[in-house]
Protein backbone atom coordinates (compact mmCIF):
# COMPACT_ATOMS: atom_id res chain seq x y z
CA UNK A 1 0.00 0.00 0.00
CA UNK A 2 0.83 3.36 -0.93
CA UNK A 3 0.77 5.98 2.59
CA UNK A 4 2.06 9.15 0.60
CA UNK A 5 -0.63 9.92 -1.75
CA UNK A 6 -2.57 12.99 -1.13
CA UNK A 7 -5.88 12.45 -0.04
CA UNK A 8 -7.00 14.94 -0.96
CA UNK A 9 -6.36 15.17 -5.08
CA UNK A 10 -9.66 17.30 -5.91
CA UNK A 11 -9.44 19.89 -3.13
CA UNK A 12 -6.58 22.15 -4.19
CA UNK A 13 -6.24 24.16 -0.38
CA UNK A 14 -6.60 20.85 1.64
CA UNK A 15 -3.69 19.68 -0.77
CA UNK A 16 -1.72 22.10 -0.64
CA UNK A 17 -2.19 22.18 3.30
CA UNK A 18 -1.18 17.98 3.47
CA UNK A 19 1.79 18.30 1.19
CA UNK A 20 3.31 21.02 3.37
CA UNK A 21 2.57 19.22 6.97
CA UNK A 22 3.20 15.57 5.42
CA UNK A 23 4.54 14.89 2.16
CA UNK A 24 7.53 17.78 2.61
CA UNK A 25 7.72 17.56 6.63
CA UNK A 26 8.51 13.34 6.30
CA UNK A 27 11.20 13.97 3.29
CA UNK A 28 12.87 17.19 4.80
CA UNK A 29 12.98 15.64 8.64
CA UNK A 30 14.59 12.02 6.75
CA UNK A 31 16.50 14.56 4.78
CA UNK A 32 17.76 16.50 7.93
CA UNK A 33 17.63 19.49 5.62
CA UNK A 34 15.48 22.37 7.64
CA UNK A 35 15.85 24.16 4.28
CA UNK A 36 13.26 22.42 2.30
CA UNK A 37 10.68 23.26 4.86
CA UNK A 38 11.65 26.81 6.35
CA UNK A 39 9.57 28.68 3.37
CA UNK A 40 6.54 26.57 4.71
CA UNK A 41 6.42 28.96 7.72
CA UNK A 42 5.19 32.20 8.43
CA UNK A 43 8.63 33.18 11.09
CA UNK A 44 7.05 36.52 12.30
CA UNK A 45 4.59 35.82 14.86
CA UNK A 46 5.06 32.25 14.45
CA UNK A 47 5.25 30.19 18.12
CA UNK A 48 4.45 26.72 18.91
CA UNK A 49 3.54 25.36 22.51
CA UNK A 50 4.36 21.76 23.79
CA UNK A 51 1.39 19.96 24.72
CA UNK A 52 3.78 17.58 27.19
CA UNK A 53 1.72 14.84 25.89
CA UNK A 54 -1.23 15.86 28.51
CA UNK A 55 -4.63 16.90 28.08
CA UNK A 56 -4.36 19.25 30.69
CA UNK A 57 -3.84 22.86 29.30
CA UNK A 58 -2.46 24.09 32.26
CA UNK A 59 0.66 21.46 31.57
CA UNK A 60 1.33 23.07 28.00
CA UNK A 61 4.40 25.17 27.70
CA UNK A 62 5.70 27.75 24.97
CA UNK A 63 8.59 25.89 24.16
CA UNK A 64 8.79 27.00 21.35
CA UNK A 65 8.39 31.22 21.43
CA UNK A 66 10.04 31.63 17.91
CA UNK A 67 10.56 29.56 15.11
CA UNK A 68 14.31 29.31 15.29
CA UNK A 69 13.64 27.87 18.68
CA UNK A 70 11.12 24.85 16.87
CA UNK A 71 14.06 24.52 13.83
CA UNK A 72 16.27 23.85 16.28
CA UNK A 73 14.51 20.85 18.03
CA UNK A 74 13.38 19.91 14.86
CA UNK A 75 16.89 19.34 13.51
CA UNK A 76 18.38 17.51 16.51
CA UNK A 77 14.88 15.16 16.36
CA UNK A 78 15.52 14.28 12.84
CA UNK A 79 19.87 13.93 13.52
CA UNK A 80 18.47 11.50 16.49
CA UNK A 81 16.17 9.72 14.03
CA UNK A 82 19.01 9.64 10.99
CA UNK A 83 21.49 7.77 13.85
CA UNK A 84 18.75 5.12 14.58
CA UNK A 85 19.17 2.18 12.98
CA UNK A 86 15.34 0.65 12.00
CA UNK A 87 14.14 -2.82 10.85
CA UNK A 88 11.86 -1.53 8.49
CA UNK A 89 12.00 1.51 5.70
CA UNK A 90 11.55 4.57 7.75
CA UNK A 91 9.59 7.01 4.85
CA UNK A 92 7.20 4.50 4.66
CA UNK A 93 6.60 3.59 8.31
CA UNK A 94 6.04 7.81 9.12
CA UNK A 95 3.58 8.02 6.54
CA UNK A 96 1.76 4.98 7.49
CA UNK A 97 1.68 6.66 11.31
CA UNK A 98 0.66 10.09 10.45
CA UNK A 99 -2.85 10.78 9.51
CA UNK A 100 -3.80 14.19 8.61
CA UNK A 101 -7.94 14.06 6.83
CA UNK A 102 -9.58 16.76 9.47
CA UNK A 103 -8.93 20.08 8.00
CA UNK A 104 -10.96 23.17 8.90
CA UNK A 105 -10.70 26.44 6.26
CA UNK A 106 -12.24 29.43 7.36
CA UNK A 107 -10.87 32.09 4.84
CA UNK A 108 -7.56 32.44 4.75
CA UNK A 109 -6.96 30.71 8.07
CA UNK A 110 -7.02 26.85 9.00
CA UNK A 111 -6.58 24.25 11.55
CA UNK A 112 -5.05 21.16 10.52
CA UNK A 113 -5.27 18.12 13.00
CA UNK A 114 -2.20 15.92 12.09
CA UNK A 115 -1.96 13.09 14.23
CA UNK A 116 0.25 10.45 14.92
CA UNK A 117 -0.36 6.35 15.75
CA UNK A 118 2.01 3.99 15.06
CA UNK A 119 5.34 1.53 15.86
CA UNK A 120 8.28 1.80 13.50
CA UNK A 121 11.06 -1.75 14.53
CA UNK A 122 14.14 -0.90 15.41
CA UNK A 123 16.81 -3.11 14.19
CA UNK A 124 17.95 -3.83 17.96
CA UNK A 125 14.54 -6.23 17.90
CA UNK A 126 12.99 -2.88 19.78
CA UNK A 127 10.35 -0.25 18.24
CA UNK A 128 9.81 3.29 18.52
CA UNK A 129 6.24 4.64 19.41
CA UNK A 130 4.74 7.46 17.43
CA UNK A 131 1.25 8.42 19.68
CA UNK A 132 0.84 12.41 19.63
CA UNK A 133 -1.32 14.90 17.72
CA UNK A 134 -0.62 18.37 17.06
CA UNK A 135 -2.68 20.90 15.67
CA UNK A 136 -1.46 23.30 13.17
CA UNK A 137 -2.93 27.04 12.60
CA UNK A 138 -2.05 27.66 8.78
CA UNK A 139 -2.57 30.48 6.82
CA UNK A 140 -2.98 31.27 3.61
CA UNK A 141 0.20 34.44 2.66
CA UNK A 142 0.46 35.55 -1.10
CA UNK A 143 -1.56 32.80 -1.94
CA UNK A 144 0.27 30.08 -0.35
CA UNK A 145 -0.74 28.30 2.63
CA UNK A 146 2.00 27.91 5.15
CA UNK A 147 2.42 27.42 9.20
CA UNK A 148 1.75 30.29 11.28
CA UNK A 149 1.47 28.26 14.77
CA UNK A 150 0.87 24.99 16.22
CA UNK A 151 -0.23 23.24 19.27
CA UNK A 152 1.57 20.05 19.19
CA UNK A 153 2.89 16.97 21.53
CA UNK A 154 -0.99 16.54 22.54
CA UNK A 155 -2.09 12.69 23.66
CA UNK A 156 -3.74 11.06 20.97
CA UNK A 157 -6.91 10.36 21.52
CA UNK A 158 -7.32 12.95 23.69
CA UNK A 159 -8.41 12.25 27.13
CA UNK A 160 -6.10 10.07 28.42
CA UNK A 161 -2.83 11.94 29.56
CA UNK A 162 -3.08 14.33 32.45
CA UNK A 163 0.05 16.19 33.29
Known amino acids: MTFDVNPFPNDPDRKAIWDVLVLRDIDAYLAGDWSLVQDDFIAEGFFGLHGMKSDNPDSWRMVFPRLEDYR ?92
Not at 72 to 87: C, G, I, P
Not at 130 to 153: D, E, H, M, P
Open 72 to 163: DRWLEQSRVTAATHYAEPLRAALFRATNLIAIEISGDRAVAHKKFDGRIARSDGGSDSINWQTLYICARAAGTWKIASFVGYLPFPMGTRHG
